[in-house]
């Protein structure tokens, strides 16, 4: 009796948690950009450089979520059924 195993890629986790920290990151740099702004503001702060990676990381975690989705025709080993 053959058993098969039942494996999920780990890119598909690894883009998982990209995309949980792109969110969290984002909504820091919304909080703290435009919600509560800090009352001494650092050099480069008009460009908003955690709002901005917070969205590249949540974008590149969604295209490696989808990319590596285990689907039912590969199963979940990634070989065809």
């Given at each position: ?13 690894i883009g998982a948690i ?45 295209v490696y979520v989808i ?15």
């Amino acid at each position: 009796m053959h058993v098969q195993e039942k494996q999920i890629p780990i890119w598909f986790f690894i883009g998982a948690i990209l995309a949980v920290y792109g969110a969290l990151i984002a909504g820091a740099g919304v909080y703290y950009g435009f919600v509560h702004p800090p009352e001494h503001k650092v050099a480069l702060w008009d460009l908003h450089a955690d709002l901005w990676w917070g969205v590249l990381l949540f974008i590149f975690g969604l295209v490696y979520v989808i990319r590596f989705w285990p689907s039912e025709k590969e199963g979940l080993t990634g070989r065809e059924k």
